[in-house]
């Protein structure tokens, strides 16, 4: 009879009750407050609501001991602080069909108090016209204690310490600060080049450098550069889309999107809708598959876009932390793009440098030899010449198989067809203006008639008709010329044609503008610096802010000399604005711009004119040479400088009585980020010798005749000699 009754009991459905407020707004807490970078972004996006032109953010430990967010925006009414943190308290709407309408970014009122539930939070806030600021925490939604009076600077400070304190599990989950903090740094480098009007920065607390830094600006590719570097920028394209029709979608789209010269492991995709940062997986995704068709070779893309709809064709209230909206005809919209993105890339395909390359029809002053006809079977009439084994070259530079490149990496045949020649290359060095075209000066005469006069013709011989095979090492490049391989010098090559470059466009050079003027001051004193044997010591700091103050005094005064022959802009305030284009499609490694001023300062002799205009081309053929990149390479041995000791728990155990000591074990760690930042810049760099530096050697080089014993051009391999050796086999 018992068990007939407990088998009734168990059976009956169980019975439903009300949660405890606290529980629910716990619950909801969880939802909208994910992880730490989840309050970072509602605390931004309240902080651009309220019309900020500044916002610093400072974290600790990843977000879970400190988030603070400073900004200067229009502040918090004192007659508001009691009710700031309350669920569902808004300043931003006050019926639901606003909602139809909304513009700012937060709406819900929710945000502040699911912060008060899982953390301990602090505001401090001043408005305009009040004498000083107030101070107020919150728990669980409500002030801890009335507001206090307080010195405070404009606009709102809110602190979130000791975040999910009160929720172990989640606590646990996100103990790794390094990826809770590299998020936040994400997501503070979208909001910076989307929102160019005000200045972002993001650092850890008690750093003295911030991870993100940007300053209000016009541009958006300047912003873009600064936050995520030049290698990016020059890499992207503009991309614009409009739709003004009713019947289908109403939208307008621009942004950038980068070429096939950007390389990258992961896609990076920077989305706006109506100023709002969401994701979007189906647009993406139309992106993703329209790089693949048409880049095969393409690393993952990065994208920037920026949407603009009508607000009431977009439905923000469909995800807890606002992360995803719902449009209006999305598809057609998504469509549109994908169209418009396409065509961009197609059209910068035609233009863009692949493995090919062409042979430039010779001089007329270059006539075919009898040695020439040799190699050239087919060089006068139809019938094909018999040519000795020995004497048979493998490749020619028409065959890109005879590339490094092909033995690296697998290219599929269709793919290879398609690809155009160097005409981008090509034609854009031809309409340079003809390199026998120079100044009237006849210092500047006097210099080229020297190149001239001193090049060494069989030098200039394997320049004009050498195939690139590859780099072997960080500083030689394989050539192929006849039946020799040869090692060549990609920096003492690449110095001397900057250095006849810019006597040959000497007066006549186009200008790349710094997206922001050095001073010239502090590139001095850095140069002097990197020069010291202990850069780290302060005694002969002194003594360099006089070098820099007389050199940056003297290059003010030889601002107009400096502009006018070599395109080198000097401020009135002694900042640098402008360099020249000494090669069309290459820009210099910046990174060696103090050491180029420096020089400018120190060696110029400015009264003898041909040996001042001597100087400061030879000054700019260095700076302009293709130097290995300041970061190592990091393949091969070169990942070593990426790798730094840490010290973690020896799981396996140890059977030692010392276990304070055993438990303990050293792990190395790969800074990941720094090296994709020098596989992009190793990665230009060879580009930039294949598809530049080559095309232009043959077109233009003199090489002089000291080229011929320093050691820049070294024969390593002949075709028949390895004859000879392999016959006595």
Same mark, same amino acid.
């Given at each position: ?361 010779? @001089?007329?002053?270059?006539?075919? #030899? +009898?040695?020439?006809?040799? !190699? $050239? =079977? ?5 019938? %094909? ?35 155009? @020649?160097?005409?981008?290359?090509? #034609? +854009?060095?031809?309409?340079? !203006? $003809? =390199? ?5 000066? %006849? ?287």
């Amino acid at each position: 009879m018992e068990e007939e009754e407990e088998e009734q009991v168990a059976t009956e459905p169980p019975k439903i009750h009300r949660l405890d407020e606290s529980v629910v707004n716990r619950i909801a807490a969880g939802e909208v407050i994910q992880r730490p970078v989840s309050a970072v972004k509602e605390l931004v996006e309240n902080s651009l609501d309220a019309h900020s032109s500044s916002i610093n953010v400072v974290v600790k430990d990843g977000g879970l001991k400190l988030i603070q967010v400073s900004d200067d925006g229009h502040g918090i009414r004192y007659e508001d602080l009691p009710i700031l943190c309350e669920r569902h308290t808004t300043s931003k709407l006050s019926s639901f069909e606003d909602l139809q309408s909304i513009k700012s970014m937060g709406f819900r009122g929710e945000a502040l108090a699911s912060m008060t539930y899982v953390a301990h939070v602090t505001v401090t806030t001043i408005t305009k016209g009040q004498l000083h600021g107030y101070r107020v925490s919150y728990k669980d939604g409500v002030m801890e204690n009335e507001p206090k009076a307080c010195a405070a600077v404009k606009g709102t400070q809110i602190m979130i310490e000791n975040l999910f304190y009160n929720m172990s599990a989640r606590r646990k989950n996100l103990q790794n600060s390094a990826d809770d903090y590299s998020k936040i740094v994400d997501l503070l480098s979208r909001f910076a080049i989307h929102h160019t009007s005000v200045s972002f920065s993001c650092r850890k607390h008690g750093a003295g450098r911030a991870d993100v830094s940007s300053v209000a600006t016009l541009s958006r590719i300047d912003a873009i550069r600064s936050v995520y570097g030049v290698s990016v920028a020059r890499s992207l394209m503009k991309v614009e889309a409009l739709d003004n029709d009713p019947s289908s979608s109403v939208f307008q789209m621009d942004g950038f999107i980068s070429n096939s010269e950007y390389v990258a492991k992961k896609i990076t995709m920077v989305l706006f809708i109506n100023d709002r940062l969401v994701d979007c997986t189906a647009l993406k995704r139309a992106l993703e598959i329209v790089y693949a068709a048409t880049l095969p070779k393409a690393s993952k893309p990065f994208i920037y876009m920026s949407i603009v709809l009508p607000p009431e064709h977009v439905d923000v209230n469909v995800h807890p932390t606002k992360r995803e909206v719902s449009l209006l005809n999305q598809e057609v919209i998504i469509e549109k793009i994908q169209s418009v993105v396409e065509s961009r890339l197609r059209s910068s395909n035609e233009t863009q440098i692949f493995q090919e390359q062409t042979v430039e029809p010779p @001089s007329s002053s270059q006539m075919i #030899s +009898s040695k020439d006809s040799n !190699r $050239n =079977p087919l060089a006068s009439g139809s019938k %094909s010449q018999k040519v000795p084994v020995n004497k048979m070259v493998r490749t020619d530079s028409s065959d890109p198989a005879g590339r490094l490149h092909s033995y690296l990496h697998a290219e599929p045949r269709g793919h290879l067809e398609k690809n155009t @020649s160097l005409t981008a290359v090509r #034609s +854009s060095v031809r309409q340079r !203006r $003809n =390199p026998k075209e120079t100044a009237d000066l %006849s210092s500047i005469q006097e210099l080229i008639a020297e190149i001239d006069s001193n090049c060494h013709s069989g030098m200039l011989d394997i320049v004009r008709h050498c195939t690139y095979i590859g780099m072997a090492d960080d500083v030689f490049a394989l050539l192929q010329h006849d039946t020799h391989l040869y090692l060549a010098n990609v920096v003492s090559l690449s110095k001397e044609l900057m250095y006849q470059q810019v006597l040959r466009r000497f007066a006549h050079f186009n200008a790349i503008q710094l997206s922001n003027p050095a001073p010239l001051k502090e590139l001095i004193v850095l140069a002097l610096k990197e020069g010291d044997t202990d850069p780290e010591s302060t005694e002969n700091d002194e003594l360099n802010e006089k070098i820099a103050e007389m050199n940056t005094e003297l290059l003010k005064q030889k601002a107009d000399l400096v502009e006018e022959y070599f395109s080198i802009h000097i401020d009135k305030d002694g900042n640098l604005s402008r360099l020249p284009v000494i090669l069309d499609q290459y820009t210099p490694d910046m990174d060696r711009v103090p050491e180029f001023v420096l020089c400018l300062g120190n060696d110029v002799d400015w009264e003898e004119e041909k040996k001042c205009f001597q100087v400061i081309s030879a000054a700019l053929g260095n700076f302009y040479a293709m130097h290995p990149p300041m970061l190592p390479n990091p393949s091969g041995d070169g990942l070593q400088f990426y790798q730094k000791r840490k010290l973690v728990r020896n799981n396996e155990g140890s059977l030692s009585c010392n276990t304070a000591a055993d438990d303990m074990v050293m792990e190395d760690e790969i800074e990941h980020e720094l090296v994709a930042e020098a596989e992009t810049a190793w990665a230009q760099r060879e580009w930039s010798i294949q598809h530049v530096l080559f095309p232009s050697m043959r077109l233009f080089f003199k090489p002089p005749n000291s080229m011929a014993t320093n050691g820049t051009f070294v024969r390593v391999a002949s075709l028949e000699k390895l004859y000879r050796i392999f016959e006595r086999c």
